[in-house]
């Protein structure tokens, strides 16, 4: 069981982590919507916007929210766990631009709808991914 320092950290870090997520999320549907209103395809929007939310995750999960775990060398850089980090994302914009195309091409669902349905399913998944095998 753990005690109540802990069980205080942990969910400070789980604040942070959502917090860290909400600015990407923005921060995607910002780019996603930006280049879907000029014309660009869903996909390649999808993959452009996702990166961009995504490097801001690994940054500032890595500065802020698991900055008590820091491995490697004394900067705190681990490869492995860059690594890790881009598996994960790899597999989550994968999952996502299927469930895209799914939703949008095969449901008719309107593409802006389909980006929020997405997304929910999505933070979950990168949240227990990220917090069980990356950090």
């Known amino acids: 069981m753990m005690s109540d320092k802990n069980l205080r ?11 860290v997520g909400l600015l990407n999320t923005l921060i995607d549907f910002v780019i996603f919507t930006l280049l879907n209103s ?10 452009i916007s996702y ?11 890595k500065k ?24 994960l994302n790899l597999v989550v914009l994968g999952i996502s631009l299927l469930l895209m195309h799914l939703l949008t091409d095969k449901l008719g669902i309107q593409v802006l709808i389909s980006k929020v349905m997405v997304t929910f399913i999505t933070v979950i998944i990168n949240f227990f991914g990220s917090r069980k095998w990356v950090f």
């Open 9 to 19: 950290a942990a969910f400070i870090q789980f604040l942070k982590f959502n917090a």
């Open 38 to 47: 000029l014309g660009m395809v869903y996909a390649l929007a999808q993959v």
């Open 64 to 87: 802020v929210t698991f900055r008590d775990r820091n491995r490697g060398n004394k900067e705190g850089f681990d490869r492995v766990q860059l690594v890790k980090f881009i598996v």
């Open 51 to 61: 990166s961009a939310g995504t490097a801001n995750s690994f940054i500032l999960n």
